[in-house]
């Protein structure tokens, strides 16, 4: 079955749809890389519709949550929001969340959307002995992400709320257009940027969703604001190293190979995966997810072998044409011994090896695109 999110009807009529997690979703407006650019030097709004929301509440709110993933829970204050993984009691990676609080007993969880199902039934299977409320709202709220150096301005101008007081990773209830929404200064792009969950958007009455989504279009047009779609946001997490769920991070892959080590406390106290994470970063860590970027002419793609000397040591996990840098780019998992920054490595592309160098991320100049230029 394929699904539609609250704005299927301006993507119907602007966009190239294509399929991504059972949903029909904008592949791309205008193109992939006008709508990168405009991201990068300016603003673009994405529909992020598809992603899972799940309401958590009850007095047991934080104590389940700090339980269940691997960030420290009880750090997060009222307003504030973190990243962080949920692991299985193998220490692979389930998912990787963000949890927002916006009160005392009330987080919002917003998840994958190829993980909305498997999230649910996890969390409810685990919740057993917590006063907790489980609320899967994912068809009730739409989500909308504005990102760029632009999208303080163009989110200004949809609301009364001074947002020069909110620093990343805030988030609190606001109210735009009449529509009760919670607002969080998060993305996926490297960028700076806000992501909106509309709240009375359902979607059999999308009516709240396409109108916040047309202010913002109209809110940013000054700024050369474009609707941008998922073959955008893929190319510019990737540009800032963030993993893709189901490709870079799956359940087989372990935290700290992943690079992920900032978000798992093991001092925080017991949680679901601890103890088989300890185990594997007491006897070394095998190998480790790098950067690539291509010395040799080519584009990686995801499966493409990582070569040293002739044999086999990765797989290039998302591979991708860099509008900014104008050369390919990836990631992949090779062993430890050979993830250092500058160590030179072949990726095989259609059958041939060219040299690629392992890099830092993210893979901009951060003086020149990004968060950090901003702050």
């Known amino acids: 079955?394929?699904?539609?999110?609250?704005?299927?009807?301006?993507?119907?009529?602007?966009?190239?749809?294509?399929?991504?997690?059972?949903?029909?979703?904008?592949?791309?407006?205008?193109?992939?890389?006008?709508e990168c650019l405009?991201?990068?030097?300016?603003v673009g709004v994405f529909d992020i519709s598809h992603m899972g929301r799940i309401f958590i509440t009850g007095p047991d709110a934080e104590r389940f949550l700090n339980y269940l993933t691997t960030n420290n829970v009880e750090a997060l204050k009222p307003n504030h929001a973190q990243y962080t993984l949920v692991c299985n009691w193998e220490g692979g990676i389930k998912d990787d969340l963000v949890i927002m609080k916006l009160d005392g007993q009330e987080y919002l969880v917003i998840c994958n959307a190829g993980n909305r199902r498997k999230d649910l039934s996890w969390l409810q299977t685990n919740s057993e002995g917590y006063n907790v409320n489980l609320r899967e709202v994912s068809d009730e709220v739409a989500m909308i992400s504005i990102q760029g150096p632009k999208a303080a301005h163009t989110v200004q101008r949809l609301l009364e709320d001074d947002l020069s007081t909110m620093v990343r990773f805030d988030c609190k209830y606001v109210e735009i257009a009449g529509s009760k929404c919670v607002l969080s200064r998060t993305g996926y792009t490297g960028e700076d940027g806000f992501e909106v969950c509309v709240l009375d958007a359902s979607i059999s009455n999308p009516a709240n969703a396409l109108k916040?989504?047309?202010?913002?279009?109209?809110?940013?047009?000054?700024?050369?604001?474009?609707?941008?779609?998922?073959?955008?946001?893929?190319?510019?997490?990737?540009?800032?190293?963030?993993?893709?769920?189901?490709?870079?991070?799956?359940e087989s892959t372990d935290p700290l190979e992943a690079r992920l080590e900032f978000v798992v406390k093991f001092e925080k106290g017991d949680f679901i995966g601890?103890?088989?994470?300890?185990?594997?970063?007491?006897?070394?860590?095998?190998?480790?997810?790098?950067?690539?970027?291509?010395?040799?002419?080519?584009?990686?793609?995801?499966?493409?072998?990582?070569?040293?000397?002739?044999?086999?040591?990765?797989?290039?996990?998302?591979?991708?044409y860099s509008p900014i840098l104008n050369v390919g780019i990836a990631m992949g998992y090779v062993p430890a011994e050979y993830s250092d920054i500058g160590e030179k490595v072949d990726i095989e592309i259609h059958g041939k090896p060219i040299e690629a160098e392992v890099v830092s991320f993210p893979f901009y100049d951060t003086k020149l695109y990004g968060l950090k230029r901003l702050q």
């Not at 946001?233 to 993993?243: K, N, P």
């Not at 601890?274 to 080519?298: H, S």
Request: glycine residues 12%; aromatic residues 8%; hydrophobic residues 35%.
């Open 274 to 320: 601890k103890e088989a994470i300890l185990k594997r970063k007491e006897a070394g860590i095998k190998k480790r997810r790098v950067g690539l970027r291509m010395v040799g002419r080519g584009i990686p793609r995801e499966m493409n072998r990582i070569l040293k000397n002739g044999e086999v040591i990765g797989t290039v996990t998302s591979g991708t």
């Open 38 to 42: 405009a991201v990068r030097n300016g």
């Open 1 to 34: 079955m394929t699904y539609r999110t609250q704005l299927f009807q301006y993507h119907e009529k602007a966009s190239r749809l294509t399929d991504f997690a059972g949903f029909q979703m904008p592949l791309w407006y205008e193109s992939i890389v006008s």
């Open 212 to 250: 916040i989504w047309n202010m913002t279009l109209e809110a940013g047009e000054e700024y050369g604001l474009k609707p941008c779609g998922l073959g955008a946001r893929d190319v510019l997490r990737l540009e800032a190293g963030m993993c893709l769920y189901g490709r870079d991070i799956t």
